[in-house]
């Protein structure tokens, strides 16, 4: 409009319709503030403003006598106004949201004609629609429009088998692209999406990035359903360390996310299955039946398994100490880390203790992470620092001296059921979960058979040792301990264990596993029970043998399981035996000459390939045998308790 002819009252600015320009009106009084005259057009797009000193670049419209300021896109004057802000028009009916615009995204169609913008707002912050109008102007109504995927040109002109990113938001988008993707969202946030922009992705492999909230999650789990069947694949990745409350690809890029690492989570992560077709926790049995299981993992040989909990019990004077630290140092010469809270000796009696037993200082420090005389509050805090101690050491083995030390630092009662759950709930589950293995020593008021305090203890660990004398040790002379089964939850470990410890004359002290307590290995480098497993599986000749048939055969030696899976375990590390489509074969075995062992023998499908390669510390050299007689009585005084 370029006269006053036909200008409404109410297309005029007034203390409730301010001009958007200069904020003025024509009922302003002097001394007031600024004064302006002008008005709004009929269809909202300009403002006249008389006021010259906004006008920058504008030239005085003579019928209007005001300086025509555009309110879309960029104005003449030099600045962006923002659609119709501060103004109302039409009878008082706003057809422009409020707000200051700052970016607009275009959507066009495939043949790349524009659609509609999203408008992006400031002050205050807001995201609209609009569509043009054929008339060079803006309609802010979208009844009747097709919506289609942002940036639809791009993802048409793109290579079918490379990932699409499904992004939450256009600014996202642009991040993508930015990465080197074909990204891509939908117009309205989160709660617009429609399943026809499935079809879009037909063909496809898709990644959905979304916000980290709520609506993120409910939005990437809408777009996964409706794309899953339709793209060739789909992931829904969640973005590592951006803020909760709706971070974004935007603040994963500023805080140096990269194209590689993307790509690095992207391959990392699993497809996306709808909830009726992910797994469910059951398990299948047949294989397991026919194949065999896998043995626990070892993490100290007869002693202490791998992400399992453990404790040791004893009367004073035992050994349960030096019995730890031996175990430690076991842990430590495989190069894994070991974490020691300690309650009971200090540093001076640990120091002297590893020195005495061989320690050496030059990496002790590197590996082992000894807390002495420190807290552990079982509290909710307590549990986020414990649990990120694990994290950062990520330690094989966590030992707490002791149970009942750190039960009643927290006023915790160690005949309470309750207590110790609380207890094991702070500290054991979080290890074990993380597969960290943990060891608890505990007392018993003088040699008995039983762990002191409630029975609660046992059902938090899944092993429980009994640790006795078996002939008494000093400084000065070496005597010997047993450890003595109570639980094995695996049923994997030996009914006992007998170690010698005593001075050895030199001023240091020994600790090692007695002989005949494990098999030793003779000359071909192979123990009795490897070499019996060696000799079964030979009789299978070139067409080898399943994990079951070569169980049974090595059963018929008189091995036992647990001996037969370590003895397979090694005979693989020393390329004795090789693996080949299910079956086990001797390297360099020929046709098979042997007896009815396994004449019947089931055909079946492939074997379980045996425990993860353990790289075990040298076993310490033995010390002389001892009188096993009194290990037998020991066993025979426990045979009522055992589990």
């Known amino acids: ?33 600024v004064r302006c005259y002008g008005f709004l057009s009929d269809d909202g797009e300009w403002a006249h403003c008389t006021r010259e000193e906004h006008a920058g670049g504008l030239e005085r419209n003579a019928g209007s006598d005001a300086y025509p300021h555009k309110l879309t896109g960029d104005c003449k004057c030099g600045a962006r106004h923002g659609l119709a802000s501060g103004a109302e028009r ?23 004609e524009l659609l509609y913008q999203t408008v992006r707002l400031e002050e205050p912050k807001d995201f609209r629609q609009r569509r043009p109008n054929g008339r060079g102007g803006w309609e802010w109504k979208m009844e009747g429009v097709r919506r289609v995927p942002y940036r639809l040109p791009e993802l048409l002109a793109a290579d079918r088998g490379d990932a699409v990113l499904w992004c939450e938001g256009e600014k996202d988008a642009g991040a993508g692209a930015e990465l080197g993707y074909t990204a891509t969202t939908n117009a309205g946030g989160v709660k617009s999406w429609r399943a026809e922009y499935a079809e879009h992705l037909r063909g496809r492999p898709v990644v959905v990035i979304p916000h980290n909230d709520k609506d993120g999650s409910e939005y990437a789990e809408k777009v996964a359903r409706d794309c899953y069947g339709k793209a060739t694949s789909v992931k829904v ?55 065999g299981v896998d043995p626990p993992a070892v993490l100290v040989p007869d002693v202490l398994l791998e992400g399992k909990a453990h404790a040791i019990y004893s009367g004073p004077g035992i050994g349960k100490t030096f019995l730890m630290l031996w175990l430690i140092l076991q842990v430590l010469a495989r190069g894994a880390p070991v974490i ?57 083995l966590v030992c707490f001296d002791s149970w009942i030390g750190f039960l009643a630092s927290n006023g915790l009662d160690e005949n309470s059921a309750n207590d110790v759950a609380t207890f094991a709930s702070f500290f054991i589950h979080p290890a074990r979960k993380r597969d960290v293995a943990t060891l608890m020593l505990d007392h018993v008021p003088h040699e008995g058979n039983h762990a002191r305090g409630s029975t609660r203890k046992k059902d938090e660990v899944d092993v429980m040792w009994a640790l006795s004398r078996l002939r008494a040790f000093d400084r000065e002379q070496v ?107 001797v390297v360099g075995a020929t046709k098979c000459n042997s007896s009815a062992m396994h004449q019947n023998a089931p055909a079946d499908s492939a ?37």
């Not at 497809?271 to 039946?289: M, Q």
């Not at 379980?608 to 096993?628: R, V």
């Open 237 to 291: 990745v969640e973005l590592p360390g951006v803020p909760e409350g709706g971070g974004d690809l935007v603040d994963w890029t500023d805080a140096g996310g990269t194209a590689g690492d993307l790509r690095r989570l992207v391959d990392e992560h699993p497809e996306w299955r709808p909830p009726e077709e992910r797994d469910d926790g059951r398990v299948l049995l047949a294989k397991a039946i026919r194949d």
């Open 607 to 643: 074997g379980a390939i045996g425990a993860a390669a353990y790289k075990a510390a040298p076993i310490a050299p033995t010390a002389p045998e001892e009188n096993l007689d009194d290990l037998a009585d020991l066993l025979a005084a426990d045979e009522e308790e055992g589990e």
């Open 479 to 585: 005597g010997s301990v047993a450890l003595t089964r109570k639980k094995d939850r695996e049923g994997w470990l030996p009914q006992a264990v007998t170690f010698s410890v005593g001075g050895d004359g030199r001023g240091g002290i020994l600790f090692q596993r007695s002989a005949g307590t494990f098999e030793a290995a003779g000359d071909d480098g192979l123990t009795p029970s490897e070499r019996k497993c060696l000799d079964a599986l030979k009789t299978f000749g070139e067409i080898g043998a399943t994990a079951t048939e070569w169980e049974k055969a090595a059963e018929t030696l008189e091995v036992s399981r647990r001996s037969f899976y370590n003895a397979r375990g090694v005979l693989m590390q020393k390329n004795a035996v090789m693996q080949e489509k299910g079956r086990y074969k």
């Open 340 to 396: 020691l809270y300690d309650l009971e000796n200090g540093l001076r009696t640990v120091a002297e203790r590893l020195r005495a037993m061989g320690a050496k200082a030059d990496r002790i420090d590197d590996l082992l992470h000894f807390y002495p005389h420190t807290s552990l509050p079982a509290t909710e805090e307590g549990r986020a620092m414990f649990e990120a101690k694990l994290d950062r050491i990520k330690p094989a």
């Open 90 to 112: 039409n009878g008082g009916q706003r057809k422009g949201p409020r707000g200051r615009i700052v970016e607009t995204y275009d959507y066009h169609d495939e043949g790349g």
């Open 1 to 33: 409009m370029s006269s006053t002819a036909g200008v409404r009252p109410e297309q005029r600015f007034t203390a409730e319709r301010p001009c958007p320009i200069c904020g003025g009106h024509d009922r302003k009084r002097r001394g007031e503030g």
